[in-house]
Structure formats: C-alpha cells, structure tokens
C-alpha cells in the first residue's frame, strides 16, 4: 500500500523559507517522478515541480515559471523522502501543497500521469 506523507507546512512572512518533506512507502520500482503540486482556495491545483526518479534521466528537475529560481525540490534515497525547499515566499505561494508519485511516459508537470496523492500540508505567506 503507497503512503505519501507531507509535512513542513505552516506560516510564514513574505520573503522566508519553509521546507517540506514528502515521506513515501510503498512505491514500486517503476515509479517514474515525484511531484510538487498546489492549490489554493477557488483555484484549480497546479504544478508547481517534480523529479525524475527512473531511467538515466533521474534527478531531472522540472519547476513552474512561478517558483523557478527560488524553490527547489530534491529527495533522499536512503530514507524515500521528496523535499520542497521554498524561499523567497510570496503571498501568492499561499496553498495546500501535496506530494504526488507519478508512473508512466506521461508529462511530469501535467497532474494526469500522478497515480498517487498524499493528504496535503497547508503553507501560508503573510505580507
């Protein structure tokens, strides 16, 4: 059974950090990219980045225009867990994060090809 638990969320002024993990358990081998995705109230969820974790191509980071440059996402191997390093926060970084493990060919910044979704953590930037 996959279990993605998110963790590391919590309130934040505007220009500060926050890291969130994503514990997972139960992933097969063929798990193809882990994922970062947001939504927040009266919005649809978006992408927001993701790491190739199968093939040659693993450790390929893939990021939204919105956060390049100042989010970083990497993961731990020895102990199954995705990180989201988040700085420069904005208030529009405002959102539920969820972790997300992707399998397949599909687009790793498309939400379709995730098969499964952890419960969330809630991240807020106050201005």
């Known amino acids: 059974q996959v279990q993605l638990v998110e963790s590391g969320g919590g309130l934040v002024q505007a220009g500060g950090s926050l890291r969130l993990s994503c514990a997972a358990s139960g992933l097969t081998f063929d798990t193809t990219a882990m994922g970062w995705f947001r939504q927040a109230p009266g919005k649809e969820r978006e992408f927001v980045a993701a790491?190739?974790?199968?093939?040659?191509?693993?450790?390929?980071?893939y990021y939204a225009d919105s956060v390049k440059g100042r989010f970083t996402i990497s993961r731990d191997n020895a102990k199954n867990t995705v990180y989201l390093q988040m700085n420069s926060l904005k208030p529009e970084d405002t959102a539920v994060y969820f972790c997300?493990?992707?399998?397949?060919?599909?687009?790793?910044?498309?939400?379709?090809?995730?098969?499964?979704w952890g419960q969330g953590t809630q991240v807020t930037v106050s201005s």
């Open positions: 997300a493990a992707h399998y397949g060919g599909g687009v790793v910044t498309e939400s379709s090809g995730y098969r499964y």
């Open positions: 790491i190739i974790t199968f093939t040659w191509r693993a450790g390929t980071t």
